[in-house]
């Protein structure tokens, strides 16, 4: 029975007729939603952050789990919340949190990201507990409500000694991730720190009238969108008939490049874009926006990087032809030589190519530095981050690296 949902996943992905949901759950909870319930200082959100070992339904979760805040930050408000990367099965919860009564309450939901599973999750602790950090909660499946008892004890800080980059694919994870948001797309942007990213890759192409957009495959397909009486590529089409026509097939629309930097700029914590370029004629618009984009983080005093990715040998030629290319912050899947030769700041092999040590060690004795992608069984994700000597990794299992990196003894 446990194989059942994998199964039904495969054919409907086949059929490319329908779509399988893991949905976000109904997460109205009266205690928390009552009046007098406010949110937290920025002092009580740090305390909550670490490693916390689980006591009770540790076989549905595993023994520890590593809570980290994230926000989206919106025009007039910003929203924060708790994410708990837990060790066994890919699974997570996502809460938000607010205090009444002498209590901090923690509301959201938990999933596995290997099957559809998921639900309502709540959780309560003692405002003045001080050190003795026990959140006591329990959790449903889908929109029952909670039941089934979970306990959270503190146990040890975040490991945070070596910086790492944890890079989301296609802006926090495929569309068959079944998570509740559109692969490419804003939404997901807004979701990738939640799931435990500090940066992403994202999927660059070009419309027929110049403007750089996110979007992976070649065509207008029915795995990426709605039904719809466009077809074909990217390219043979404008924007603006983009934006009437197609609906992304899990919500919102194609973005523009210059709205999905936007808000990796304005609404979220993220660190790192890597810009994977679909064709060499995006190069020249891909980086004008970088160069723009990078000016607005320099004047908010905002770290954030973003690099034009250089896949291929015709994009490789393209981006050499940019002014003084040598100073444009790149990144090269192509062999070493080829990286050094577009003076690139990162050189990323594919993970079937091992752990890479002496180039990658020769690459990092040059002052750069190295990715690997992309990495998503669960024991490759753990060998590669604490074997071999990569400084970020590209994963479609982003709550399963931000375990591997902050709960590193």
């Known amino acids: 029975m446990r194989y059942f949902p994998f199964v039904f996943l495969l054919f409907a992905f086949a059929s490319c ?7 976000v759950p109904n997460l109205a909870w009266s205690e928390f939603d009552a009046p007098g319930a406010k949110p937290l200082s920025a002092a009580e959100r740090k ?10 339904a540790d076989d549905d979760f595993g023994k520890e789990a590593a809570l980290k805040w994230s926000y989206v930050a919106d025009s007039s408000d910003t929203t924060h919340y708790l994410s708990f990367f837990c060790r066994e099965d890919v699974r997570y919860f996502i ?6 009564n002498g209590k901090i309450l923690l509301n959201g939901y938990w999933r596995n990201v290997e099957n559809t599973k998921t639900g309502k999750a709540h959780f309560t602790l003692d405002a003045n507990s001080g050190d ?20 959270f004890r503190y146990a040890r800080p975040l490991n945070t000694a070596k910086p790492y980059l944890l890079i989301a694919h296609r802006g926090g994870g495929r569309n068959n991730d079944l998570l509740p948001a559109s692969e490419n797309s804003v939404e997901m942007i807004r979701l990738a720190s939640q799931l435990g990213a500090n940066g992403i890759e994202i999927d660059v192409q070009l419309t027929k009238d110049g403007v750089p957009v996110l979007f992976h495959d070649a065509n207008v397909n029915d795995r990426l969108t709605t039904k719809t009486g466009i077809h074909g590529a990217i390219d043979s089409y404008t924007w603006p008939e983009l934006q009437q026509e197609v609906n992304l097939k899990r919500g919102g629309k194609i973005p ?20 994977d370029c679909k064709y060499e004629t995006v190069i020249p618009s891909v980086r004008k926006l970088q160069e723009e984009i990078l ?3 320099k004047a908010a005093g905002r770290e954030l990087n973003i690099v034009i990715g250089i896949p291929d040998e015709d994009i490789l030629k393209r981006f050499v032809q940019l002014p003084g290319y040598q100073n444009i912050p790149s990144l090269c899947e192509l062999d070493t030589a080829k990286a050094s030769l577009a003076d690139a700041d990162f050189w990323a092999p594919s993970w079937t190519k091992g752990h890479e040590d002496e180039a990658v060690s020769a690459v990092q004795a040059t002052g750069k530095k190295s990715l690997v992608w992309t990495v998503d069984i669960p024991d490759k994700i753990k060998e590669f981050m604490y074997e071999a000597k990569f400084n970020g990794i590209v994963t479609n299992r982003p709550t399963m690296a931000a375990y591997y990196y902050y709960a590193r003894p």
Not at 17 to 23: C, F, G, K, N, V
Not at 95 to 100: D, P
Not at 133 to 151: M, S, V
């Open 17 to 23: 007729q329908e779509i399988i949901d893991a949905p």
């Open 47 to 56: 305390a909550l952050e670490g490693i916390y070992a689980i006591s009770i």
């Open 95 to 100: 809460c938000q949190a607010k205090k009444r």
């Open 132 to 151: 003795s950090l026990l959140l006591q909660g329990a959790y449903g499946l889908f929109d029952d409500e909670p039941e089934k008892g979970i306990n």
């Open 256 to 275: 523009s490049l210059k709205e999905a930097l936007d808000a990796v700029l304005t609404q979220t914590p993220l660190q790192f874009v890597w810009l």
């Open 295 to 297: 000016e607005k983080a």
